[in-house]
């Protein structure tokens, strides 16, 4: 059997906080809340399921809320820049772009889609200055907003900017996480915290050409660990459309068609990922390119059975192949 997996890192504001000045993306940042409903609707139409990875301040409805669940043992950031707390108390909290809880409630009314989590806070594991008790900390925050205010308790986990360490993972099974999504194998996706230029490239570079090694991954291959949550790999990022990178494009979005028709026809299983507010420019475009995906699944759901599963999905199937063996 074969498997597609989509995961998103759902971060609004959280997630580049750091990088941008607000008042440069608002448009931004408002097409994608806009976006989020259309792409359920499509993820709907063609029985897709997905895990939204959400930075658990997202659930957070006001200053108020926002101080009320953030945790007393915050990340202690060398460049305290990566500090959103640090940020708030610069700038202020706004509901347009650190809220999403109406966004929230779409995707927990759509079949197929899991509430994950990308931390509380966007957390930094591999920074300078924060320890493994600021992360405990932070996932407790976490699992106490996604309970108080979607009801439920996330199971899979994504971290932000593709940063873990084997302790950071512990922390994650010792807090209730039965999964997290990890890293391709290739040497260019290692340390992501210290890439520089050439890794970079090389990164870019493989959505275009296979400088990698295979994106698709079999199911015998996920390690079940009693200490550790299960370690999902991510097969490949899905690029948004750019300005002047068409044919680019067309040819990215041929390498994931082909990387799909593979892994369908060998049994394995394919992790797509992207933010969702990578769609928050040429929108329109963004959404055509991800129907002609979600038709091909289609077409290799009819051809060959491949199924749609999110993170947590496939993670209960890998205990039950496990319990199953014993």
Same mark, same amino acid.
């Given at each position: 059997?074969?498997?597609?997996?989509?995961?998103?890192?759902?971060?609004?504001?959280?997630?580049?906080?750091?990088?941008?000045?607000?008042?440069?993306?608002?448009?931004?940042?408002?097409?994608?809340?806009? +976006?989020?409903?259309?792409?359920?609707?499509?993820?709907?139409?063609?029985?897709?399921?997905?895990?939204?990875?959400?930075?658990?301040?997202?659930?957070?409805?006001?200053?108020?809320?926002?101080?009320?669940?953030?945790?007393?043992?915050?990340?202690?950031?060398?460049? #305290?820049?990566?500090? /959103?707390?640090?940020?708030?108390?610069?700038?202020?909290?706004? /509901? =347009?772009?650190?809220?999403? #809880?109406?966004?929230?409630?779409?995707?927990?009314?759509?079949?197929?889609?899991?509430?994950?989590?990308?931390?509380?806070?966007?957390?930094?594991? +591999?920074?300078?200055?924060?320890?493994?008790?600021?992360?405990? =900390?932070?996932?407790?925050?976490?699992?106490?907003?996604?309970?108080?205010?979607?009801?439920?308790?996330?199971?899979?986990?994504?971290?932000?900017?593709?940063?873990?360490?084997?302790?950071?993972?512990?922390?994650?099974?010792?807090?209730?996480?039965?999964?997290?999504?990890?890293?391709?194998?290739?040497?260019?996706?290692?340390?992501?915290?210290?890439?520089?230029?050439?890794?970079?490239?090389?990164?870019?570079?493989?959505?275009?050409?296979?400088?990698?090694?295979?994106?698709?991954?079999?199911?015998?291959?996920?390690?079940?660990?009693?200490?550790? /949550?299960?370690?999902?790999?991510?097969?490949?990022?899905?690029? /948004?459309?750019?300005?002047?990178?068409?044919?680019?494009?067309?040819?990215?979005?041929?390498?994931?068609?082909?990387?799909?028709?593979?892994?369908?026809?060998?049994?394995?299983?394919?992790?797509?990922?992207?933010?969702?507010?990578?769609?928050?420019?040429?929108?329109?475009?963004?959404?055509?390119?991800?129907?002609?995906?979600?038709?091909?699944?289609?077409?290799?759901?009819?051809?060959?059975? +491949?199924?749609?599963?999110? +993170?947590?999905?496939?993670?209960? #199937?890998?205990?039950?192949?496990?319990?199953?063996?014993?």
């Amino acid at each position: 059997m074969s498997y597609l997996v989509i995961s998103l890192d759902f971060e609004l504001h959280w997630g580049i906080f750091d990088k941008v000045k607000l008042e440069d993306k608002g448009d931004y940042f408002q097409q994608t809340r806009k +976006m989020i409903p259309q792409k359920l609707s499509l993820l709907e139409q063609y029985q897709v399921a997905v895990t939204w990875a959400t930075v658990g301040m997202l659930l957070t409805e006001s200053l108020e809320e926002w101080g009320h669940y953030s945790p007393d043992l915050q990340p202690a950031y060398s460049n #305290m820049a990566n500090s /959103p707390y640090q940020w708030v108390k610069q700038h202020g909290y706004f /509901p =347009a772009y650190h809220s999403a #809880m109406d966004l929230v409630k779409g995707i927990l009314n759509t079949a197929g889609q899991e509430l994950g989590s990308h931390t509380y806070s966007h957390y930094y594991t +591999m920074e300078e200055g924060q320890n493994l008790e600021q992360f405990r =900390a932070d996932l407790k925050a976490n699992q106490r907003v996604f309970l108080e205010k979607a009801g439920l308790v996330p199971r899979s986990l994504v971290f932000p900017r593709n940063q873990y360490g084997l302790e950071y993972l512990k922390v994650c099974k010792e807090e209730g996480f039965t999964n997290v999504r990890i890293n391709p194998s290739d040497w260019f996706w290692r340390s992501p915290q210290s890439a520089g230029i050439i890794r970079k490239t090389f990164r870019t570079a493989d959505t275009l050409l296979p400088l990698g090694n295979q994106t698709s991954f079999s199911l015998d291959s996920i390690q079940v660990n009693e200490e550790l /949550p299960v370690q999902l790999p991510s097969s490949r990022f899905l690029r /948004p459309i750019h300005k002047g990178y068409k044919t680019l494009q067309k040819a990215r979005l041929g390498r994931i068609i082909s990387e799909m028709t593979f892994a369908a026809q060998n049994d394995l299983i394919y992790h797509l990922w992207w933010h969702p507010h990578n769609f928050g420019y040429k929108t329109t475009e963004n959404l055509k390119d991800l129907t002609i995906i979600l038709e091909h699944y289609q077409s290799l759901h009819q051809k060959y059975g +491949m199924e749609s599963v999110n +993170m947590g999905q496939l993670t209960e #199937m890998l205990h039950g192949v496990e319990r199953n063996n014993e």
